[in-house]
């Protein structure tokens, strides 16, 4: 990929992540299942409910002594909406219930307290009732072994909820894929500390592990290098030992000084520049198995190439929505470079325009910040004029 | 409210809800902020660029010294992109630079590598560069005291590097709403354990602790207790004391073992019945100061009820977009009781139809989870046919 267009240096990318974006299972408790999605279809492991009970507060009582009305019953008992076993209730009786009580054997419906009179011994009712009123019977919700959740299901609180009515406290969900980010650069320090004259706070270091967790992945390895090459061997030990793919960002250029480049380009790494603006510059590599997509080092560069190339393909196993792309319509006019794939920065003007914003330079951070979307100008276009129709990516 | 619509149930625990619910502002690293919501507008520390920096690998030069092209000008120095005070360049001389490499003093234009030619002594400069070219000037892209993030914005990955490119290792931000959960009724045992007959698993505290964080608040206390007050008085003791508000579930209706009626109804509890299905009966109370809202304990009353009354008012805070409310058409008619309004479930059907589906009993909490719509039918509907164009709430 000594020179790629954006599709080709996306394909590339897909290729070379497949391995590491293949799905795995993990088991989670369902309290922290939440948006998770599910890696299998989970069967129904009882019956729902898992018992006859009753839907109301009343008598439970056989409907064939509702023959005649009003029918006086002599009240057995009291079963409450807890464990119990009642006895079964013999011809000519009634029970008091609660609802959620167990329906006692013999009893086939139930009579709402509300249409009862009873004096504590017995109970006078006037309105017949068919066999299975008010009685919820087992396994009419569910039956076990029926498919409580699908596979591929994104979860919400609903389907925790009905999991937990199951009695399952896990649920097999696609694994998070563990990332690492290693930002490179001498001249970057850590936000909070003291610039000296051509230092500049590090925002890659934030703004990957911000949008990889934004996907549904996780950051499980996380450092800065100084242009070093051994400290970029030892970061790049470490990451690869902790995670599934690697992101860096910088040390890619044809400049001096470019760790990236230097440490990986021995080992193989594909150093080139991609039609893109801004995001030229672009490099790949394997190290120690795992896969490691090199983003250049500006920071606008470094967050677009980020939601290029990376982020559809990490959205895609952690069930995150990607976020809308639809045509907008220019308020104005600008220029493009034949050839490369601008990603312009814009802001909504109502539901169908545009307006671009933040200027196209690389080192805008604040212009991004400000934006919320990203305007495509295809390759082949060197001038747009207001009123055209553009693709535009919400942010 | 012995007796109220959904809608005055709604304005009285909104009422309820809102000292609760007053915006408070916390402090939060910019590493766990993603997804929350800015509590006041954050104004720039620095300059942004925080110093002249040359855009391109190159040499930096004064524009007037290509006044007569070609020019050859000695290289008098390097300066990479790393903590340097660089010396002025006087006139007549060149440095080579690096990208993000500070800008001497004197020096006013970068001419990009490619377009020169050197032999490490001195460079021959063959196109003529004005004032400014590719430089990146300080505070370029913002100025110190210029508003970085405005109040109310929910923070993105973008914005989180703009604060870290800022230098900035916080961002105040709303404080999460605190919540305490506590489910009720002796019939109920945890997911897990094995139930004897008469036990039922409970689902309310996943589903009400899932939707609550799905609002962006917190789960700040958790409890089950049975049928008994002194328990219910020792957890709602508890919960008062850990969070903003405290939803329970069960324990409201008219029949006997009503803990939470029992327990609150002395201290002042407004317990009664809502027009609506399901969810009927409604509770609210103030314990030691803290609103308590109280659900019926069917577990699809729970559900919706919390997303009827709770859900809008959390979101508001926690910066959580709202599910879609939108209309769709009947795919098969149905009945409704009089006077109540109706929450049934359903399916989506293509863009603009729904199926009711699951069943309308509230036990039905399968039938739920494999809903993705609520389907709402106002109170002076009592008969829908197919093609009726009814609300959805999207789950």
Redesign the interface.
């Known amino acids: 990929m000594a020179h790629a267009t954006v599709a080709e240096h996306a394909a590339h990318v897909a290729a070379l992540l497949s391995p590491a974006l293949e799905p795995r299972t993990e088991s989670v408790a369902?309290?922290d299942a939440?948006?998770r999605v599910t890696a299998t279809s989970v069967p129904?492991p009882v019956d729902?409910?898992?018992?006859d009970n009753s839907?109301m507060?009343g008598f439970a009582v056989r409907s064939a002594d509702l023959a005649t009305l009003p029918a006086t019953l002599p009240i057995v008992g009291e079963i409450?909406?807890?464990?119990?076993?009642p006895l079964p209730l013999l011809p000519g009786s009634a029970v008091r219930i609660?609802?959620?009580?167990?329906m006692p054997a013999g009893a086939d419906a139930v009579v709402p307290?509300e249409d009862s009179t009873d004096d504590g011994a017995s109970v006078t009712i006037t309105r017949a009732r068919s066999a299975g009123e008010y009685v919820?019977y087992r396994g009419s919700?569910?039956r076990q072994g029926d498919r409580?959740?699908p596979h591929g299901l994104r979860l919400?609180?609903?389907?925790?909820?009905?999991?937990?009515?199951?009695?399952?406290?896990s649920v097999p969900v696609l694994a998070r894929v563990r990332v690492a980010i290693i930002t490179t650069?001498?001249?970057l320090i850590q936000?909070?500390?003291v610039?000296?004259?051509?230092?500049?706070?590090?925002?890659?270091?934030?703004?990957?592990?911000?949008?990889v967790?934004?996907t549904g992945a996780v950051v499980a390895f996380r450092s800065h290098v100084l242009?070093d090459r051994a400290a970029m061997l030892a970061a790049l030990e470490q990451a690869a030992a902790s995670a599934d793919l690697i992101f860096t960002s910088g040390g890619i250029?044809?400049?001096?000084?470019e760790v990236v480049r230097e440490t990986l380009e021995p080992l193989g790494a594909k150093v080139g520049h991609v039609a893109m603006q801004p995001g030229g510059p672009q490099a790949t590599a394997v190290f120690e198995g795992v896969p490691v997509i090199c983003f250049p080092g500006?920071?606008v560069s470094t967050?677009i190439s980020f939601e290029v190339f990376a982020a559809p393909l990490l959205r895609d196993v952690g069930g995150v929505a990607a976020p809308a792309r639809r045509r907008r319509t220019l308020t104005a006019g600008t220029a493009s470079i034949a050839g490369k794939r601008q990603f312009l920065r814009g802001t909504a003007v109502g539901e169908s325009a545009v307006t671009l914003a933040g200027g196209p330079?690389s080192?805008?951070?604040?212009?991004?910040?400000a934006?919320d979307l990203l305007v495509i100008v295809p390759e082949d276009v060197t001038e747009l004029v207001a009123g055209d129709s553009v693709e535009t990516w919400e942010?």
């Open positions: 369902i309290d939440l948006g129904c729902l409910p898992l018992f839907q507060d409450a909406a807890r464990p119990s076993d609660m609802t959620g009580g167990v307290v919820r919700d569910i409580l959740l919400g609180s609903r389907h925790l909820a009905v999991l937990a009515a199951a009695g399952l406290t650069g001498s001249e936000p909070g500390a610039p000296s004259l051509g230092q500049v706070f590090d925002s890659n270091a934030t703004a990957l592990a911000a949008a967790r934004a242009d250029s044809m400049g001096e000084y500006n920071p967050q330079s080192h805008l951070v604040a212009g991004l910040a934006s942010l």
